[in-house]
């Protein structure tokens, strides 16, 4: 819900994190090149964002790659062991110093954001996200929340084939029960983050399929997964809204009518003096 149009583009010299699953999702290859965040750093970069990008994150005066993830994360985690000796102990130090970097300059872009952008898919576990999503609360900076649906059409075709298969269907019900698998397919984030997040700043999907032609982009991945169910509340349009000059609106429960949102506190002198606040 946005609020009557100020005649300005309120994202213009705004800065914004985008944060959501790494260390689980399927690929982290993948995820880098290819993912949500490319799109919606786009976006963003088009109204005039500074947008940072826990995959891409920015240079460190003085300090030579410092928190970089990439591939070699992978290679670095495999290093890990509970092993009780020296050597154990040698090992897990490593992990924690090296990945110690990278929980630093990412909680610094948060606390150099003025909103974040929290991808949630109920079924990619994580940890850095919600650690992230507390500080930004904590700074009363909005968390904008995209929990998509959650469906696994491949699961429901090896149901159908394990049916009639006895030995099958126990090792599928075995597999839903171990991983597991629990569909979501209205996007219910967990009830923790509801009174953390507010209300109002919940979205249940990204929106890309409306602005494809704008920016060339593919119909694959999330795009697909859209188009086979839009999304009711899309962030783009929030985010078109907000450059439009429409301020964030949240509801009051205690007055029952919408009111602005004073998280959002984009703060004049900083975006035109060279964020003298940071």
Known sequence: MAGTPLGKNLLEGARAYLCGPMDFVASRVAEKRYGWRNRVRQFLTHYGVTVFDPWHKPSVRGLSAYGEEDERSEELRRLWTFEPSPQGAKARAQCTANFGETVHIDLRMVDISDFIVAYCPTNIYSVGTPHEIIVATQQHKPVLFVSPPVEFPALRKLEELAASDDRLRELLDALKREVPIRENPRGIPSL??????????????????????????????IMRQELDRPPRRPLLSFFEQLAQGHYPQRWDARDKRFKEDDDWLLLEDALTQGRALD
């Open 192 to 221: 923790w983050y509801m009174p953390i997040v507010g209300s109002d700043n919940f979205f249940d999907g990204f929106g890309f399929a409306d602005y494809r032609a704008t920016f060339d982009w593919e119909a694959d991945g």
